[in-house]
C-alpha cells in the first residue's frame, strides 16, 4: 500500500515557476517508478513526466520537456515536480502516481496508486 500527497500546486503568472511535492508513505516506495499527471478542465488526464525507482531515468511529455524536471529522494519518499516557463496551457490538477514497478512509461494502466491532486493556475 501507498499513500501519495501532493502540495504545492498555486497561482502563478506565465514565465513563472512552481515546484510541485509528492510524499509517498509505505515500505515499498523507492521499489516503484513514479509519475506526474495532470488534468485540465474538460479534458483527459495525461501523462507529464516520470521517473525511475533509482531516479536514474527521466521522461517527460513533449509539451513540457526543456521546461519541467521530475527528481525523486527515496531516503525522504519524496517526489518532485519543478515547473519552469509556466504557460497558461499547463493550468489543470496535478497528480503524483506510483507505478507496480521499477519502470513505467506513460501508460495511466501502469501506475496503481495516486494522490489527490493539487491544483496549477497560470495567469496570462
Known amino acids: 500500500q501507498v499513500q501519495l500527497v501532493e502540495s504545492g500546486g498555486g497561482l502563478v503568472q506565465a514565465g513563472g515557476s512552481l515546484r510541485l511535492s509528492c510524499a509517498a508513505s509505505g515500505r515499498t516506495f523507492s521499489s516503484r517508478a513514479m509519475g506526474w499527471f495532470r488534468q485540465a478542465p474538460g479534458k483527459e488526464r495525461e501523462f507529464v513526466g516520470g521517473i525511475s525507482w533509482s531516479g536514474g531515468s527521466t521522461y517527460y511529455a513533449d509539451s513540457v520537456k526543456g521546461r519541467f524536471t521530475i527528481s525523486r529522494d527515496n531516503a525522504k519518499n519524496m517526489v518532485y515536480l519543478q515547473m519552469n516557463s509556466l504557460k497558461p496551457e499547463d493550468t489543470a490538477v496535478y497528480y503524483c502516481?506510483?507505478?507496480?514497478?521499477?519502470?513505467?512509461?506513460?501508460?495511466?494502466?501502469?501506475?496503481?496508486?495516486w494522490g489527490q491532486g493539487t491544483q496549477v493556475t497560470v495567469s496570462s
Open positions: 502516481a506510483a507505478a507496480r514497478s521499477i519502470y513505467a512509461g506513460w501508460g495511466q494502466e501502469e501506475y496503481d496508486y
